[in-house]
Structure formats: C-alpha cells, structure tokens
C-alpha cells in the first residue's frame, strides 16, 4: 500500500469516510475490543489488590511496578512489531499478558498471598502488554493513503479511545456488583486475547510491511523531529495527571461531596472529546508542528485559568476548555511521529510518545502530591498550566529532520 502524503489535500473527508475505508470498521472495532482491556485493567487490578493484602499502601507500589513495566518497555515491544510484524508479534504478546492477568486474579481472589509475590506477578504482567494502540496507528497509515483522511482517522482513534478510559471504569463496576474484583482482572485477560487475534485476523494486515530494519531500535537521535511531540505528550500527562489531584484537593478544601469530583473530571473528557471531533473535521493549512505548540499553549492557559476558579462550576468550565486541546494535542503529536519516522519503525514513533504520556502522568502524580499542602492550590493548576504551555514551547523550536515522507530514504 502507498504510504500517505504529507502535503494536505483540498478535499475535506468526513469521518464516514475513514469507516468506509476497506476494512477500517473490522480491524477498528478489534483493536478496540482489545484496548478496552486497558481502561478495565487499573481499576479492576487495585480494588483486586486492595481486597487481597487490605493495605493501600501495598496496592500503590504493586500498580507502580505494573504501570512501570507497562510504560517503559512499551518502545521495545513496538520494536518487536515493527520488526516481525502484528500478526507475529502481537499474539505471543496476548497470551503472556492474558496469562499473567488469570494468575494474578488467582492470586488476588482470596487473602494471604505475599505482596511480593504479587509485585513481581504484576511487574512480569506489564511487561507483556501488547501495543495496540500504537499497532492500530501505524495500520491507520497503511489503510489511509490521503492526509486529511489520516489525520480524521487519529483523531477519531484519539477520541474512541479517551470513551475507552471512561468506560472501562464502568464495566469494572458492573462487574463488582455480581463477582470480586478479581474477576474484573479476568475480564481483562479475556477482552485483551480477543481483541488481539481478532485484530491480527483481519485482512487490513496482510498489507502491513515489515523490514529488517525495524529491528534496530528507534532512539530520539535517530528521528530528531520526534522530540516535539514527545516533549508535548510527556508535560500533556504531567499536567493532566496534576490535574486528577488538584481537582480533589479543590472539592475537599471548599466542602463539596466526594461525588462531584467524577463529574469534574468528566468535563475534561467531554471537552477533550468534542475538541478530538472538532479538529479532525479541519482541513488544516497550517503546519502540523504549529498546531502542535498551539494545542499545548491552549492547554497551559486554561489550567491557569483554572487556578482563578472562585467555584466548582467555574472550575468545571475551565477543566472542560483545558480538555478542549488534549484530544487535538494527542491526534497532531502521533501525526507529527507518523510523518516523521521512517516507515520500518512507525509504530516505535507512536509508542515514544504513547510512553511519554503515561510517564508524564506517573510523574505528574507524584510531584503534584508533593506541592499540593505547600502550595496554595491556584498557584498549583499555574504551574501545571506553565508545564504544559512550556512543552508547548518546546514543539515549536526549529529541530532538524530525521526522515519524512517528502524526503529521501537515507
């Protein structure tokens, strides 16, 4: 299959037209199917990891050390994909992952197993968490051979999957009204499985191009024009994950319930829904890279603005505006590593910045629990707002090339 043009086109495709792609609905709705396993796994693993051991402190350092096998080593699996290909690489993937999930349900059914043991049964599950996400991305630019198709394509795969996060949590709910927690980690390893080889079986990969080179490994060094979006999606997830807490820390100071925290935090995800939408329907004329930064700013400025919230409801607004650039931000940062990689280590590229997401949030969560108490709480959302227009920044600083699609393989 051709490889997509960087130059943008006069037509404006709809969304209808990226599922209208041949086998776009099938291969999008198992990739889907098996993502969902990871907007259902974190819930369902803590509460599973709680009931087992009753201590939270032991359910924080065991989620740290599967968060932190899943995140580090996502590059080097997508590395293997890039390498053997997805039909390959990404079953052996499944069913290490979905097994290690069924053992550590066995182990967290019931009290009394070692939290070490469960550690190193959740550090051994992370490590085998097949990249779906980035795998779907770089099947996107093998199906779409149009620009404006593909970018419509990101974000719509950008804003199925911020529902996916909101979702997830749902089905582990539902779940736990009729079965352990445990059971959720099952339903995990079962969505993961299916999803994986129903992806895998879909004649979309069959076109999917595998090079020896892909093999090498992908460093920053090599693509220099993959530093922006991944500096914007690593200060993206510190400032978001900030975020999570501040808006906690706000309901509790003023007197608010618990309850609305959710709802809050749900205007982020609406806004960056209707915000994903809304900038896939552009026929952009301005450069990736530009949109890149503006998105980023856009983001600093209404957590800064957030800081000024006198009230939940002018918090909520202004989460919701800051939730307006995220999906855009998201979509144009794995564009800009489409355009930039060479096509033996597409999905590399997207992993970076998948990677530098969840480690921005890893971070963020920490160093916002450290300011939150010495800081007033406005100057916090300032300095998470500064933290992502600063990435904003960043993006836009001339950088030197590595590869696109417009220049000579080297």
Request: hydrophobic residues 50%.
């Amino acid at each position: 299959m051709p490889a997509p043009s960087s130059t943008p086109t006069s037509a404006c495709p709809s969304y209808a037209a990226v599922l209208q792609v041949p086998y776009a609905r099938r291969t999008f709705a198992a990739a889907l199917v098996g993502r969902l396993s990871y907007g259902t796994v974190s819930p369902a693993v803590l509460l599973a990891v709680v009931r087992a051991t009753g201590s939270y402190a032991a359910a924080g350092t065991i989620m740290a050390a599967f968060g932190t096998a899943t995140v580090l080593l996502l590059p080097l699996r997508a590395a293997l994909v890039d390498r053997h290909g997805p039909r390959r690489a990404l079953p052996p993937m499944a069913l290490l992952y979905g097994g290690f999930l069924c053992v550590l349900a066995a182990v967290t059914w019931s009290p009394g197993t070692p939290e070490v043991v469960l550690g190193a049964v959740a550090a051994l599950t992370g490590m085998c968490a097949p990249p779906l996400g980035p795998t779907m991305r770089s099947v996107w630019g093998e199906l779409v051979g149009d620009r404006g198709l593909l970018q419509r394509a990101y974000s719509l795969d950008g804003v199925a999957e911020e529902l996916l996060y909101v979702v997830g949590p749902l089905v582990v709910g539902g779940v736990l009204s009729l079965a352990p927690a445990a059971a959720g980690v099952l339903l995990s390893a079962v969505l993961i499985v299916t999803g994986t080889f129903a992806f895998v079986m879909s004649p979309a990969l069959s076109g999917v191009r595998v090079s020896a080179g892909g093999g090498r490994g992908l460093r920053l060094a090599r693509v220099r024009g993959l530093l922006g979006p991944v500096v914007v999606a690593g200060g993206m997830g510190l400032a978001l994950s900030a975020v999570y807490l501040l808006v906690m820390a706000f309901v509790q100071q003023r007197g608010y319930g618990d309850d609305v925290v959710p709802w809050v935090l749900a205007a982020l995800s609406a806004g960056s829904a209707v915000g994903g939408l809304l900038n896939g329907a552009v026929n952009w004329r301005t450069a990736a890279r530009v949109r890149l930064s503006g998105a980023a700013l856009g983001l600093g400025l209404a957590l800064a603005a957030a800081g000024f919230a006198t009230g939940l409801w002018s918090l909520t607004v202004a989460v919701g505006c800051a939730g307006f650039f995220v999906a855009p931000a998201l979509t144009t940062a794995y564009l800009l590593a489409d355009e930039t990689a060479m096509p033996e280590v597409r999905t590399q590229a997207g992993a970076w910045v998948n990677m530098a997401v969840n480690a921005g949030s890893s971070g963020g969560s920490v160093l916002t629990g450290l300011l939150v108490g010495r800081l007033p709480l406005g100057v916090c959302f300032v300095v998470a707002g500064v933290v992502a227009g600063g990435a904003g920044v960043v993006a836009c600083l001339p950088t030197r090339r590595g590869w696109s699609r417009s220049s000579p393989r080297p």
